[in-house]
């Protein structure tokens, strides 16, 4: 079992659907981030999110939608998404840079599988 | 670009050999980190080495940091079946005030029993 809860597991959602995914984790961490990973590929970084702030966006296209409601939480909201975004979404935290000043690792959930018609 | 590369790609060994699983990269960083990924599950950080470190020990794992030539490696010593994964290696960064991790392609280690 993760640390790092995702849901949903999987989505299946049309072009013109909205949806969001969420993810979710009780260990204190002040730092949260978003990844997407394409099959037999790396994951890559979409946003971070650092004291329930948004710090990073790597330049990530306006129909996802990123939000942190509170340190505990993090959704990623889709809208108007295209077939090439299928691919397995990613949550992790940890505690966060600027708090510890040290590097911390990072912790992962199992990801929501989305499939894009 | 940032990202790491690692070689190789795929390593297929029999139980009880050793995996060694290469890294290398191409800017400065703050720490080099190992994740092994079992298919269709999320990462699970295996181990952290810092700029200033040079090897680092845990369990059956040894890894090692040269950063004058910007790589490194994972060993995974007298390997079980129940290694069989992906392995990413992951450097650290800081930007905007946050840590950021880039990936490597990763090498899909298979351990045969």
């Known amino acids: 079992d993760t640390e790092v809860t995702q849901t949903p597991k999987h989505l299946v959602m049309g072009m013109t659907n909205k949806k969001s995914l969420k993810c979710e984790q009780h260990?204190?961490?002040?730092?949260m981030y978003w990844y997407k990973q394409k099959a037999k590929k790396p994951p890559e970084l979409m946003f971070v999110?650092?004291?329930?702030?948004?710090?990073i966006n790597e330049s990530v296209p306006s129909r996802f939608s990123p939000e942190c409601p509170n340190s505990s939480l993090l959704n990623l909201h889709l809208h108007a998404l295209q077939p090439e975004d299928s691919a397995l979404y990613l949550c992790?935290?940890?505690?966060?840079?600027?708090?510890?000043?040290?590097?911390?690792?990072?912790?992962f959930g199992d990801g929501t599988r989305l499939s894009i018609l | 670009s940032q990202q790491g590369e690692e070689d190789p790609q795929a390593l297929s060994i029999q139980e009880g050999e050793n995996a060694t699983m290469n890294c290398s990269y191409k800017?400065?960083?703050?720490?080099l980190q190992w994740y092994r990924q079992n298919s269709g599950r999320g990462l699970v950080h295996l181990i952290l080495i810092r700029s200033n470190e040079r090897e680092k020990h845990s369990g059956r794992l040894r890894v090692t940091l040269d950063t004058s030539k910007k790589s490194s490696s994972l060993l995974i010593t007298a390997s079980r079946a129940a290694d069989t994964a992906s392995y990413f290696c992951?450097?650290?960064?800081?930007?905007?005030?946050?840590?950021?991790?880039?990936f490597g392609k990763g090498t899909k280690l298979t351990v045969n029993p």
């Open positions: 260990m204190g961490h002040r730092a």
């Open positions: 800017t400065s960083i703050n720490n």
């Open positions: 999110y650092s004291y329930e702030k948004l710090s």
């Open positions: 992951a450097t650290g960064f800081t930007q905007g005030g946050s840590e950021k991790l880039v």
């Open positions: 992790a935290s940890s505690q966060g840079l600027l708090r510890s000043g040290v590097n911390q690792p990072q912790h």
